[in-house]
């Protein structure tokens, strides 16, 4: 798996979903700390989409707790159709999570490093340092704030563009309904991952469109 274009991945804690997700996505990102037994469900899965895997933090807006959830997520990477996890940049610099890390590249699976503020949006100052960190130390910065203007948007946009144009590979998106639209206008600034639930009810971060109107959006954005 890259991230060299832009993919849309659906996010989702039931793999059963992938055959619906085929028409307007590109990955699928398993929700694992969501699903109730994901390594079965990862075991019995035969989609065609590769997988993102993410067992996000409770700590960082999920629902795993405890070192174990390392321990799935390293099962995870050596299912052939795991072609990336999501590790969020703290834990990176942990034990267990350099470990994992070391773990996925001798796979040849794809780092994203990922951090959620669901409070704010940092300085661009901030930004810029937080995705630099993020691509230092991964293959992909993944970053989502919180917007409360729109002039948290346009600064998003503006890091955005400024880390693709050094040659990093960032995702980025601005939470919440003030942001919402960045979903599908960072793409056209860099941002190379988007993501949607197939049911916007399903929705697994504040603000999300679901996967056919976000990609349609998206495809109307960049045929303009």
């Known amino acids: 798996m890259d991230f060299d274009s832009f993919s849309l991945a659906v996010s989702t804690a039931d793999l059963g979903d992938e055959p619906h997700a085929r028409e307007h996505a590109d990955i699928v990102e398993f929700r694992m700390d969501l699903a109730a037994d994901p390594l ?7 989609g065609e989409l590769p997988i993102l895997a993410t067992n996000r933090a409770e700590w960082e807006g999920g629902e795993a ?5 390392l321990v799935v997520l390293r099962e995870a990477v050596d299912h052939p159709a795991v072609g990336a996890i999501d590790l969020e940049l703290e834990t990176l610099f942990s034990a267990p999570g350099g470990e994992l890390a070391d773990h996925a590249r001798e796979n040849d699976v794809v780092i994203v490093a990922s951090v959620h503020d669901f409070e704010e949006t940092p300085s661009k100052q901030r930004m810029r340092e937080l995705l630099e960190n993020c691509t230092d130390h991964a ?27 050094r040659g990093k590979t960032v995702a980025t998106m601005a939470m919440g309904e003030v942001g919402r639209h960045s979903r599908a206008v960072t793409p056209l600034y860099g941002s ?5 639930p197939l049911d916007p009810a399903d929705a697994t971060a504040p603000g999300q469109y679901d996967a056919a109107t976000l990609s349609r959006l998206i495809d109307e954005l960049r045929s303009e």
Request: hydrophobic share 40%; aromatic share 6%.
């Open 40 to 46: 079965s469900m990862l075991a019995s899965y035969d």
């Open 65 to 69: 707790t405890g070192d174990e959830r």
């Open 139 to 165: 293959d992909v910065g993944k970053l989502a704030v919180t917007a409360q203007s729109k002039s948290d948007v346009l600064d998003l946009f503006r890091v955005t563009d400024l880390l693709t144009e």
């Open 192 to 196: 190379k991952i988007g993501y949607a």
